[in-house]
């Protein structure tokens, strides 16, 4: 119950603050506020003969702060995926769809060429059906997505990155059996 009550109190708190996208001045007045800053495709594993394939786009909150350790940003990210497991000894699969909305806390370094990055994120999914492996059932499809990741900014105008993420996802005690998954993640992303 305290994992689940702290998940829910940090995931408020990244949400409240992810509210100030709606509030900030656009970076580029031009642009409509509905239109993502970025666009991605990821690709993960997990154990069990888990894969997870996932595509979805990210809205900067045009808010920073800088500290003694680093620059502080912030995005939201919306995500639309498809898990595939392997059941009965790889005789046949399951596919499950995963969609989900995550506020994210995005650190750049003091140290360095400020292209590195390190970020960790609370949001909630929803993955249908109900998640189900020869070894793990999920008691709900309403689940929270943790991730911590790092990553580098590419290009000449910082218009991509590539960041390696491991994500658990959970019902955060809401209902038992709760096992959770860990997914390590691939993620490339792109303004367009």
Excluded: C
């Excluded at 350790?69 to 498809?82: D, H, I, M, N, Q």
């Excluded at 898990?83 to 769809?97: D, L, P, Q, V, Y």
């Amino acid at each position: 119950m305290i994992i689940m009550n702290t998940r829910i109190r940090i995931f408020a708190v990244l949400l409240l603050a992810s509210t100030s996208a709606f509030t900030a001045t656009p970076r580029h007045p031009e642009r409509h506020f509905w239109l993502p800053d970025t666009y991605f495709a990821q690709v993960g594993a997990a154990e069990k003969a888990t894969n997870a394939y996932t595509v979805g786009a990210t809205w900067n909150w045009n808010w920073n702060r800088q500290f003694r350790f680093g620059l502080v940003t912030g995005y939201t990210e919306a995500t639309v995926g498809r898990w595939e497991t392997e059941i009965r000894g790889g005789e046949a699969s399951n596919w499950f769809t995963q969609v989900g909305v995550t506020p994210v806390l995005r650190l750049f370094p003091s140290l360095g060429d400020n292209r590195w990055f390190a970020e960790v994120g609370i949001g909630a999914n929803y993955i249908s059906p109900a998640y189900q492996t020869d070894g793990k059932r999920f008691s709900t499809e309403f689940n929270f997505g943790d991730h911590a990741a790092f990553g580098r900014i590419l290009g000449d105008h910082g218009q991509a990155s590539v960041a390696l993420r491991i994500q658990h996802f959970s019902n955060g005690g809401i209902d038992a059996p709760n096992p959770g998954e860990n997914f390590a993640q691939l993620r490339y992303s792109h303004q367009f």
